[in-house]
């Protein structure tokens, strides 16, 4: 085995990263650049400083994490979450238990808890468990003042009610700092979190893609180990297959990319923690609406911040493919039935089932129908992406943003494929395209 090859398996076993999914590349330089900070004469001898030393294969773990994230990204699994904890405080005594596994620097954990807290969940009612394998990130997270890089969306109305402006950055309030719990922890632990009861709510998204198959399924049982029976576990938008590899239920939350257990037997209506996902609780996923009814009506103020539904988005920006009420509808709730007319907000649904292939067709057809739309083709790359076909869901998102520039969605998520296929440049064009549409709208 090579020197480097050597490495990429203790990284595998250590932290289930499959070298390929990060390059080669910043391997042989992560390692290079730890062996010169110790004065290693070469390779050989640095591994074999590795190997002694538990701190330094830490330091090397630092230099090969890929730490992105942001503020409410994929917004609706924020307010899918904070629906049904809601739901939840209203039928239960019990507080809610949450993990954000892995938490990177913090947005992820801190936008769960400002989504509950604006959506009136009360602060005694829920707790937030934040692990990342990174002590650099941990560390970050728990200074929580950030930078413009952490606000991409373009709605930052979160923004103005829970940070402090700080020369450039932003400093969060403790009232949501409180709410979360830092630690740093691995998912490959054997012991990971043994002396807690189960979670009602895990996030761990966009860290199963840099994992190989095995290592994927190894982590699936651990966060089956780690979730409770009727507890429901959020992945990122290109990690849905991995989900259904494991038979792992789709909780039919439309872009929240939200899963059950295999086993879990329906709860019942006065003891579970969760509502199964089709009951009145989870109503809200269901009116979606077609592009022209996105328009709020005159005069309709949201009752609640609406994530990820920014001003330009509503005045009719072919956006985030189906619009759906959040976490308290603003006006009634869209029937059903007008939802199933409209073919995009379909075509999400079977996406959440697990119906790749059918939801594509579905979207294909619109296209040949009705001609080419942005909500059309930015489905069909989330889909495309879920599925593992990177190349086209590039090529989707691309034309997404051919036929609206300014789509951030879009734009976020190919600049995530872009960097997860080592186009780091291309990556950094796409994300300060994202902020300056998200700086026109806001000014
Ligand atoms: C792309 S970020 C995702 C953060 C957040 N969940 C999100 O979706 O925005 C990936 C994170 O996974 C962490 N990570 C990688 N391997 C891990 C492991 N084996 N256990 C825990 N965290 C890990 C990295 O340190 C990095 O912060």
Do not use: K, Y
């Given at each position: 085995m090579s020197e480097l090859a050597q490495f990429e398996t203790l990284l595998k076993q250590t932290m289930?990263?499959?070298?390929k999914s990060v390059g080669l590349a910043m391997i042989e330089r992560a390692v290079r650049d730890r062996c010169a900070v110790n004065g290693a004469l070469d390779i050989a001898a640095y591994w074999r400083q590795v190997k002694e030393s538990p701190a330094e294969l830490q330091e090397l773990i630092e230099l090969v994490v890929v730490p992105e994230t942001w503020f409410f990204r994929n917004g609706e699994a924020f307010k899918a979450l904070a629906r049904l904890a809601l739901s939840h405080t209203l039928r239960s005594d019990r507080r809610l238990r949450i993990l954000s596994l892995p938490c990177s620097t913090g947005e992820e954990p801190y936008s769960m808890a400002m989504a509950l807290l604006d959506a009136g969940?009360?602060?005694?009612r829920f707790h937030i468990d934040a692990l990342d394998i990174s002590a650099c990130c941990i560390a970050m997270a728990q200074r929580a003042t950030y930078g413009m890089n952490s606000f991409r969306g373009k709605d930052l109305e979160f923004r103005d009610r829970h940070f402090v402006a700080v020369g450039e950055r932003y400093a969060l309030a403790e009232t949501v700092r409180s709410k979360v719990r830092f630690r740093r922890g691995n998912l490959f632990e054997p012991a990971l979190l043994a002396d807690e009861s189960g979670y009602d709510f895990i996030f761990c998204r966009n860290v199963l893609i840099y994992f190989g198959d095995a290592e994927q399924a190894q982590a699936v049982s651990v966060l089956n180990r780690l979730l409770s029976e009727t507890g429901m576990l959020f992945v990122g938008p290109s990690e849905g297959g991995v989900l259904f590899r494991e038979k792992m239920v789709s909780a039919n939350l439309p872009l929240a990319f939200a899963f059950r257990k295999t086993a879990a037997a329906p709860p019942s209506q006065t003891n579970s923690a969760l509502p199964v996902s089709r009951s009145a609780e989870s109503k809200p996923d269901v009116p979606a609406r077609a592009r022209s009814a996105w328009t709020p009506r005159?005069?309709?103020?949201?009752?609640?911040p609406v994530y990820g539904q920014g001003q330009g988005q509503a005045q009719?920006?072919?956006?985030?493919?189906p619009r759906r009420s959040d976490v308290v509808p603003a006006s009634a709730p869209v029937s059903r039935e007008s939802s199933d007319n409209d073919p995009i907000a379909v075509a999400a649904r079977l996406a959440d089932q697990g119906q790749l292939r059918e939801a594509a067709q579905l979207c294909k057809r619109h296209v040949q129908d009705h001609g080419p739309t942005a909500a059309a083709f930015y489905l069909l790359g989330l889909v495309s992406d879920a599925a593992g076909h990177h190349r086209e869901a590039r090529e989707h998102y691309r034309k997404t943003l051919y036929l609206d520039p300014d789509h951030t969605e879009a734009l976020v998520h190919l600049a995530a494929l872009l960097e997860m296929h080592g186009d780091t440049a291309g990556a950094r064009q796409m994300n300060d395209r994202a902020r300056r549409s998200t700086t026109r709208h806001l000014n």
């Open positions: 289930g990263l499959n070298a969940v009360s602060s005694t005159p005069g309709a103020a949201p009752a609640r009719g920006r072919a956006s985030l493919a």
